[in-house]
């Protein structure tokens, strides 16, 4: 048996998938975010908030760190803050 979308003159079974645009893969808009990573600083007991204006000294500056970079762009997406679970530090 032959198994196509386009059958043509073949013996076999022909199927026509429907395609459903109904449904979006974009999330809602969201006024804050939760982040779990290794950063320089930062509490290590419970999640804290950081927000554009105080990320950088709560976390340690740190560039190199993939966990750093991710706060930060979220907080340049326009997140308005950002809820922090340290698991570490970056080793930095």
Do not use: C
């Amino acid at each position: 048996m032959i198994e196509t979308k386009i059958l043509g003159a073949a013996v076999g079974i022909q199927r026509g998938d429907v395609i459903d645009k109904t449904e979006s893969t974009s999330l809602p808009p969201s006024n804050s975010a939760v982040i779990v990573g290794k950063f320089k600083r930062g509490r290590m007991d419970k999640p804290f908030r950081v927000t554009a204006n105080n990320y950088q000294a709560l976390l340690g500056h740190d560039p190199s760190n993939d966990s750093y970079n991710t706060v930060e762009d979220t907080l340049k997406q326009g997140v308005s803050e950002v809820w922090v679970q340290r698991v570490g530090s970056s080793g930095k």
